[in-house]
C-alpha cells in the first residue's frame, strides 16, 4: 500500500493532470483535498482532452474518485463538468464517484455578479489592480467557512427545509454586503476618477453594480434541486472514514491537490495574490482527512520553466520573443479561464524553499521540449538581497527525439537536457522519478506506484 500526495511546485500550472494520468491505473482511490472548479486538470484521452475541474482526474479510469472535505464545491459547474466529460467519454460513469458530506459549497451571492465580482471590482477602481482570481467564488465560499455562520455545506442540500431556513438567514446579510459594496464603489469611481479599460470591462461593470437583488425563494429551490440530482449522481458520505478505510485495506490511494504550493494561502511568495486554499502537501491530510503518517509519498510536479496565470509577484517572468516562443510550445493558456499564462525561467528559489515546505522525496519534470533550440538558456539559482533573480546561464539542447528516448531511455535526451534535469534536482533536493519531455511522450524512472 502507497499513499502518495501530488501537488504542483510553483503557481499551479505545471502539469498534475499527466504525473496523475501516469499514476492513477495503479491507485484504487484518487482524493482530490483543496481548491475548487478554479483547477483544471487535463488529461490527455483518445487524441483529446479530458478537462477535469473539481472530479479527481481518474473517473474515466472507473477508479474511486472522491472530493474531500477540502474541497468547494460547485453544483452547477460539476454537471457541467460531467456532461463536458460525457463528450469525450460517453461511457464514463457516476457509480464510483463520491463528495463529502462536509464540503462547502459555492453559491450564486458568491460570484458574479455578487460578492466576488464586487470585491475585485472595488480592488480596481482604488489600486487599478485586483487579485485577477478566476471568477468562480473561491475566496468567498472559503471566507464563509472560516465564519461559519453563513456557510452552506453539501449535506446542507439533501434537507430542503433546513435548506430554506439558512438560506432565508444568510441571503438579507449577503445583500447587506452587495449594497454597501454598490454605494461604496460609485463613491470611490468619483474620487479616483476610474475609467474601464474597454466597452468590455464598461459592461461586466454594469452588470455588477446594476445586478438584481439576490433571490432566496429561486436559490432555495435550485440548490435543493442540485441536492436531489447529487444524491441520483454521486455517493455523498463520509469520505474520511472512505479513505481510511481504503488505507487500512492496504490499498494505493493518490491524493492530488489543486493548484500549485506557490499559491497557498499561509506561505505564497505575494500575499494575496494567491488562491484561499492551502495548498502544500500538508494540506493533504485536512482536505483528505487522514493523518500525516500515512503519506508515504510527497511528488511535486515541475515545469522546466515557470508560468503563472493573474497578479502577483512572479520574479523570473520574461517578455518579447523567448516568452511568446515558450508559451506557444508549452500550450501556455489557463485550462479554467482560458487566460494566456506569463512565462518565465525556472525558479530554483521557490523550488528549493517549496521542496522544504513540502517534503518532497520525487520530482515528476514535464516541458522540457518547451525550452528546445531556444537561443539563450537561464535558470534562477537565487535572489539577491533586493530579490532579485540572480541566473546562471545553461545551454539549450536541440528538439527531444523521441525515437531516441524509447530506444535508450534517459540516456537518448540530449546532454544538455539530461544536466538541466540534474540542476532541477538538486534545487529540489530529491530525485526525479518521471519526465514528459513532450506532451504526454515521456520516461518513467520510478512509479509513484
Ligand atoms: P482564485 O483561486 O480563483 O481565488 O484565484 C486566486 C489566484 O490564484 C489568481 O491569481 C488565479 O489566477 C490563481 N489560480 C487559482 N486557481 C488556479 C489554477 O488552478 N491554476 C493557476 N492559477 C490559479
Known amino acids: 500500500m502507497v499513499v502518495a500526495v501530488v501537488n504542483d511546485t510553483f503557481w499551479g500550472d505545471c502539469g498534475k493532470g499527466w504525473a496523475v494520468s501516469r499514476a492513477a491505473p495503479n491507485a484504487y482511490t484518487i482524493v ?38 477540502g474541497i468547494v464545491f460547485n453544483p452547477p459547474q460539476f454537471f457541467n ?31 458574479k455578479p455578487y460578492i466576488e465580482a464586487l470585491e475585485e471590482l472595488l480592488d480596481a477602481v482604488r489600486t487599478g489592480k485586483n487579485i485577477g482570481t478566476t471568477g468562480k467564488g473561491i475566496g468567498p465560499t472559503y471566507s464563509d467557512k472560516a465564519n461559519r455562520r453563513y456557510a452552506v455545506r453539501v449535506g446542507d442540500l439533501l434537507d430542503q427545509d433546513a435548506l430554506a431556513d439558512k438560506v432565508s438567514r444568510i441571503v438579507p446579510v449577503k445583500q447587506g ?33 446594476e445586478s438584481p437583488p439576490i433571490d432566496a425563494d429561486y436559490i432555495i429551490e435550485k440548490f435543493a434541486g442540485y441536492g436531489k440530482q447529487l444524491r441520483d449522481t454521486v455517493e455523498i458520505t463520509d469520505t474520511s472514514k472512505m479513505v481510511n478505510d481504503h488505507i487500512d ?67 523570473t517572468e520574461i517578455f518579447g520573443g523567448i516568452a511568446e516562443t515558450i508559451q506557444d510550445n508549452g500550450k501556455e493558456y489557463g485550462r479554467a479561464t482560458g487566460r494566456k499564462r506569463r512565462v518565465g525561467w525556472l525558479d530554483g528559489k521557490v523550488l528549493r524553499d517549496g521542496s522544504r515546505l513540502n517534503g518532497y522525496n520525487g520530482l515528476a519534470v514535464i516541458g522540457l521540449n ?7 538558456l537561464k535558470v534562477c539559482t537565487d535572489y539577491d538581497s533586493d530579490g532579485t533573480p540572480i541566473y546562471y546561464d545553461m545551454d539549450p539542447w536541440p528538439r527531444i527525439d523521441s525515437g531516441e528516448v524509447e530506444k535508450k531511455g534517459l540516456e537518448g535526451l540530449p546532454l544538455q537536457a539530461i544536466r538541466y534535469l540534474d540542476t532541477i534536482a538538486k534545487f529540489g533536493n530529491t530525485e526525479i522519478i518521471m519526465i514528459d519531455y513532450d506532451f504526454g511522450k515521456d520516461l518513467i524512472l520510478n512509479p509513484i506506484f
Open 81 to 111: 463538468e460531467l456532461e463536458e466529460l460525457k463528450k469525450v467519454e460517453p461511457e464514463i460513469s457516476t457509480d464510483t464517484l463520491y463528495l463529502s458530506d462536509s464540503a462547502h459549497v459555492t453559491m450564486p451571492y458568491h460570484v
Open 177 to 209: 454586503f452587495v449594497d454597501f459594496y454598490k454605494g461604496l464603489i460609485g463613491s470611490e469611481m468619483e474620487r479616483t476618477g476610474y475609467k474601464p479599460a474597454n466597452e468590455a470591462e464598461e459592461k461586466t461593470n454594469r452588470e455588477i453594480l
Open 370 to 376: 518547451a525550452l528546445a533550440d531556444l537561443p539563450e
Open 249 to 315: 485495506e492496504g490499498r494505493n490511494v493518490l491524493l492530488e491537490a489543486a493548484q500549485g504550493g506557490g499559491l497557498d494561502v499561509d506561505y505564497c511568495n505575494d500575499f494575496p495574490n494567491c488562491t484561499s486554499s492551502n495548498t502544500i502537501t500538508g494540506a493533504a491530510c485536512i482536505g483528505a482527512g487522514i493523518s500525516p503518517d500515512k503519506i508515504e509519498k510527497r511528488i511535486g510536479v515541475v515545469k522546466a520553466y515557470c508560468s503563472r496565470v493573474g497578479s502577483g509577484a512572479f520574479p
Open 32 to 69: 482530490r483535498f483543496n481548491g475548487g472548479c478554479n483547477a483544471g486538470h487535463s488529461v490527455p484521452y483518445k487524441g483529446g482532452e479530458l478537462n477535469y475541474h473539481q472530479v479527481p482526474s481518474a473517473l474515466h479510469l472507473g477508479k474511486n474518485c472522491i472530493m474531500g472535505n
